[in-house]
């Protein structure tokens, strides 16, 4: 509990005090400001987004890997990692070079909004991945055997017997990929253009209030952060006892 206090419980009460140094009412003036509230938007939104995308493809990509069998898997399953190992600012400078004005592909996504979403896919993508495919290799196949044995089709196979297994994982990661888009700031600092009301994220928002030297107003945008975080896994949290129970 100490290790955890120091690292965790009294940071983010420091957060919190720091961001009622100028009160109720400029709490809510720094919140609601013009330019805070679509850098909060756009960031929540797009994480959201994001987060949808990876609880499907994060799915998907794992059953594949666990479930069938191909050349390259291997090679597959460790390139899935690389967005945990490479530092994001490189992130951001590799997606700038396929998706700007120079793009191969001819995809000139950068500083828009796009550029946004692929900068957050692409740094929470292995979340679901990783926490899916353990679940998914100590899944016993008897079961589900026993299941299509007793004419059970595959779409009920998998409702009432994988996902309710595989739902605790989906969320976690869901979460995790979810705190980590409204966080992002490195792979997003070169493809996103940083123009307020537009490509703006909360986390270049907050540094921006920190050069300013308004530590107050940047604690107070981090503090609406972090309970959208708390609101987003207490539904997650919600959603999968109810699956796990119907299942």
Not at 46 to 53: D, I, K, P, S
Not at 98 to 123: C, E, H, K, Q
Not at 146 to 169: H, N, W, Y
């Amino acid at each position: 509990m100490t290790w955890f206090s120091l690292l965790v419980l009294i940071p983010l009460t420091a957060i919190v005090a720091t961001s009622a140094e100028r009160g109720w009412s400029g709490y809510v003036d720094t919140i609601t400001n013009d330019q805070t509230m679509a850098a909060i938007q756009l960031t929540v939104g797009q994480a959201a987004l994001v987060t949808g995308v990876n609880i499907v493809m994060g799915t998907l990509i794992a059953w594949v890997l666990v479930r069938d069998r191909f050349f390259g898997k291997r090679i597959l399953d460790v390139v899935i990692d690389i967005p945990f190992a490479l530092p994001t600012i490189v992130a951001g400078l590799v997606l700038l070079g396929l998706y700007g004005n120079n793009s191969p592909i001819g995809l000139d996504w950068a500083y828009t909004d796009r550029a946004v979403m692929l900068a957050l896919a692409f740094v929470t993508l292995p979340f679901i991945v990783r926490t899916v495919q353990p679940v998914l290799e100590e899944l016993d196949h008897d079961v589900e055997e026993a299941a299509a044995s007793l004419g059970a089709s595959r779409l009920t196979i998998f409702r009432r017997i994988i996902l309710p297994s595989l739902v605790p994982a989906i969320t976690a990661g869901a979460a995790l990929s979810f705190a980590r888009a409204i966080a992002e700031y490195g792979s997003l600092v070169l493809l996103s253009g940083n123009k307020p009301f537009s490509t703006e994220v909360v986390s270049v928002r907050v540094l921006s209030f920190i050069e300013n030297g308004s530590t107050a107003s940047a604690a107070a945008v981090a503090s609406l952060m972090l309970a959208v975080a708390l609101v987003v896994i207490v539904v997650l949290d919600v959603i999968q006892r109810r699956v796990s129970r119907r299942g």
